[in-house]
């Protein structure tokens, strides 16, 4: 048995596996609640998990279908009601398929369901590479020990033909839905920026106003723990504002303001949320940052804001800024919650000296 003869039921398989994966931002990008979400996401991964089983098996019926990489992808994108649903689903469709290795499949499926709980753990936070997926493939292959459930023979005839067969499917599998699954769960987020109507912005900044910000941010914020992806949330205030006001007047305050709000808008992306929050300070919420990413983001905002030149009537004035910046722990705090660290974190910045930067503990 080699992969060459087997190409027609592994790429029929795999067309399922991939209309399954499409079909992952569409509906996480639907107008739901987070149950009615969850169900449909649930709906699609248990699809995937029992499609590819009706087109691979081998010819001693054991079957090596690349469902179970639904399974193992399951908790990291979906969560608990995904990997629940996908889980029984593919253990009834192994039921309902039945042939001489029944047992052994419903058990690769629950050894998949262990594993897709501990990938979960290991990428939590974090963007899901090649090489993970890759790694996918391989973990999906332990359910292989499954086979010796069967009788000494026609294990080791498994272990000699399916198993490197099996191996290359999962991998290939692995690495094609779960680089789908990650390209769209990347676009879930900024998704919600496009989503902002016209005449939403600062008169002052140009920047988003305050009520978008109060509207998306939460949205943003949901999107990316239900992606499993991290936020970082940062308020950024002009220090010694209120003296250039009271040197120069309201419209040289208002000049101020525009530049460090281009200053800042210059240096992060268009996928990341850059508000207004009132006087003189800026709000951002950065999709898929991490603590150490956020950190040297806000770090080179500051670096920015000081060394741009700044000109009001022909002198220049040197400016900075304090920095409060907030890593939400995953799926544990309300968007209202992290950005009150956010905001205890910029005041104990301003409170210790200028152009200071301070994380919230």
Known sequence: MDMLSLAPEFLQGLGAAVVAALLYERVVGLSLTSVQRHL?????FSLGAIGPAFFSASSSGISFDIGNVFVVLAMTYGGWIALTASTAVAVLG?????????????????????????????????????????????????????????????????????????????????VVVGRILELQRS????????????GTTDTATGLLNRRVF??????????????GQPYS?????????????????????????????SVVQSAVRQTDMVASFGGQAIALVLPAYDAERALGLAERIQKAVAETPFHLDGIEIELTVSVGLHTPLPRKESFWIALGQADTALNRAKSTGRNRLEVAV
């Open 214 to 227: 109060d509207k998306l941010g939460p949205e943003l914020a949901a999107a990316m723990n239900w992606a």
């Open 94 to 174: 192994r039921l309902w398929l039945g042939g001489t290795a029944v047992t052994s499949g419903v058990l690769s499926v629950l050894i998949c369901s262990v594993v897709s709980v501990a990938f979960a753990q290991m990428v939590k936070g974090r963007r899901v590479s090649m090489p993970a997926l890759a790694g996918v493939g391989l973990l999906t292959s332990v359910a292989l020990i499954s086979v010796f459930l069967l009788p000494r023979e026609i294990a080791m005839k498994v272990l000699g033909e399916v198993a490197p067969v099996a191996i290359v499917a999962n991998v290939i599998a692995a």
């Open 187 to 198: 676009h879930v987020g900024p998704q919600r920026l496009k989503e902002a109507p016209l």
């Open 233 to 261: 949330m940062a308020l950024i205030d002009i220090d010694a504002f209120d003296q250039v006001v009271e040197a120069h007047g309201h419209a040289a305050g208002e000049q101020t303001l525009r530049h460090v709000a």
């Open 40 to 44: 449909l996401v649930s709906v699609l």
